[in-house]
DNA sequence: ATTATTTTGTGATATGAATCACATTACATA
DNA sequence: TATGTAATGTGATTCATATCACAAAATAAT
C-alpha cells in the first residue's frame, strides 16, 4: 500500500522540512501498515535495513537485559522508530512493539540515508532529535538511580499524562507488570504505590484509568518523596 | 591559540571526512586550550554557544539529580563534547569536567552547523555517534537496573579497561565515591566490592592503580553477580 | 615538616523494596 | 455460560545495600 506522503496528515517536524522531490522519492520508497496492538513492529536480533515512521499509534522499546526484557522507552506518533539500531547496527538491538493499534511507514535505510543527504533541514530536526534523546536519558539516569519508588512512578504517570497523552486523564497502555518495568520496580509496588496515590487523592484510578487529581502533589511527588 | 586542523593528529572518524575547505574553516574558527585535572569545560546552567572537541584526555559527563550531582558518563579523546546540549538547548543541560589533564578546541556552534551541512560524510558519522550513544544508554538503562553491585562494578571496570584507557591495567581516574556515584552505588560499596575483586584474585588494586588479572571472571561477575 | 583535609576501610544497623504466597478479579476463549 | 488464563491486591518475610560511625591512610596546604 502506498499514500503520497506529501498529503500525510501525520509529518514530524523533520518530516516537514522535505523537498517535495524528497517526499516524493518517500512516496515511491515506503511500505504502510497496520498494525494491532501488540505487533512487533521490530525485533531485536533481526536484520535491520529500514527506518520505521510511526504515523499513529503508541509503541514501546524494549531491550533484552541480562535477565529479564526491560522497556526502554515509550514512543508515540508520530516519530520515526529505530534509527539507533538501523544505523547503529546490522542487527538490531532492541525491539519496538505496538501498544495500542497503530499504523507504520517501512522505509529503506538507503532512501532514508539518501533523504538525509540531500535535505539539511530535515538532518538538523533529525540530530536534533537525537540530542533531546540523549539529554533525556541522562536526566532519567539521574532521576532513577536517585530517586525512590514513588517518585520515579510519579515521573512516569506525568511523562505519560504530558508527553504522550497531553491530557491528565488517560488509560494506561500497559499492565502493572509492564509499568514497573518501565520504572524499574516490582508489579507489586506498582499495585501498591498506585493505590496510595489514589487514597491520598492524587489521582483517581480505576482499572487502567488514570485521572491526575491533584498535579502539584503529584510533582510535589516526583521531587521529594 | 590556533592550530591548523588539517594536520591535527587527534581526529575522530567524523573528522576525517571533513574536506580541506572545511578543515580550513575549523582551523580559523576554533580556540584551543589546555585543561588541568578537574578543569570545567561544559557547565550546566550556563549559555551554550560552542561544541567542544576533545582533542586529547578524558572528562566525565555530569549532570544535577535531584539530590546530588550525577556522573553519567566518562569520554575519551578524541571526541565531541556537548552535541546534545548546545544543539538541543540554548542552556546547557548537563556539566563535563576534565578528570585528567587535556587539551580542547572550542568551536562556534554556527561554523559547526555550517560544517555539517556541508560534510555528508561528516553528517553520517556524527549521526552514527548519536545512534551509538543511544544504544549505549538502553543497554545501560537495561542492565544498571536488573543488576547486582558487583555486576555493575565489573561492568564498569570492563568499560574502562576495554573502551576508555585500552588496556587491563590502568589507574582509576575518580575517587571511590566519584566512582560508585557513576555506578549507582555507595562509596562504602565501592571500597568493600573493589576488595572483594581483590581478593577473589580477579583483579589487583593498588591505590586506584587496577589490573585485571582474571578477565573471565570478571566477565562471568559481570552476567551473573 | 606539620597540620588540615580529603579519601579509604570496615563493622554494625536500618530500611526500602523485592520476593513469596495466596486471594481475588478481570478477561479471553472454548 | 462455563472455564481457563492473565492481571491485580495485599500481607508476611527476606535481602541487598544504603547509612551510620569511626579508624586509618593518603594528599594537599601552610
Same mark, same amino acid.
Given at each position: ?110 532512501? *532514508?540515508? !539518501?533523504?538525509? &543527504?540531500?535535505?539539511? $533541514? ?6 536534533? +532529535? /537525537?540530542? %533531546? ?45 509492564? *509499568?514497573? !518495568?518501565?520504572? &524499574?520496580?516490582?508489579? $507489586? ?6 493505590? +496510595? /496515590?489514589? %487514597? ?26
Amino acid at each position: 500500500m502506498q499514500n503520497d506522503c506529501r498529503n500525510c496528515p501525520f509529518k514530524t517536524k523533520a518530516t516537514s522540512m522535505l523537498s517535495d522531490c524528497s517526499l516524493e522519492q518517500l512516496s515511491n520508497n515506503h511500505l504502510e501498515l497496520k498494525l494491532k496492538k501488540g505487533d512487533s513492529i521490530i525485533k531485536q536480533g533481526t536484520y535491520s535495513t529500514n527506518v520505521v515512521f510511526l504515523r499513529t499509534g503508541l509503541a514501546k522499546i524494549h531491550i533484552a537485559g541480562p535477565y529479564t526484557e526491560q522497556i526502554v522507552k515509550m514512543v508515540n506518533a508520530p516519530s520515526y522508530l529505530g534509527l539507533p539500531t538501523t544505523f547503529g547496527s546490522k542487527i538490531n538491538q532492541y525491539s519496538v512493539t505496538a501498544v495500542s493499534d497503530a499504523e507504520v511507514c517501512f522505509i529503506d535505510l538507503e532512501v *532514508f540515508q !539518501n533523504i538525509l &543527504d540531500e535535505n539539511k $533541514e530535515f538532518t538538523r530536526e533529525i540530530i536534533q +532529535e /537525537f540530542c %533531546k534523546n540523549e539529554l533525556e536519558s541522562f536526566h532519567r539516569c539521574a532521576n532513577r538511580t536517585q530517586k525512590l519508588i514513588r517518585g520515579n512512578m510519579a515521573d512516569a504517570i506525568l511523562d505519560f499524562a504530558d508527553k504522550i497523552f497531553k491530557s491528565d486523564s488517560f488509560t494506561l497502555p500497559l499492565s502493572q507488570s509492564e *509499568f514497573a !518495568n518501565l520504572v &524499574d520496580t516490582s508489579r $507489586e509496588s506498582v499495585s501498591r504505590v498506585l493505590a +496510595e /496515590f489514589d %487514597k491520598d487523592g492524587i489521582i483517581k484510578v480505576n482499572g487502567r484509568q488514570i485521572e491526575i487529581l491533584n498535579k502539584k502533589s503529584l510533582l510535589l511527588v516526583s521531587q521529594n518523596g
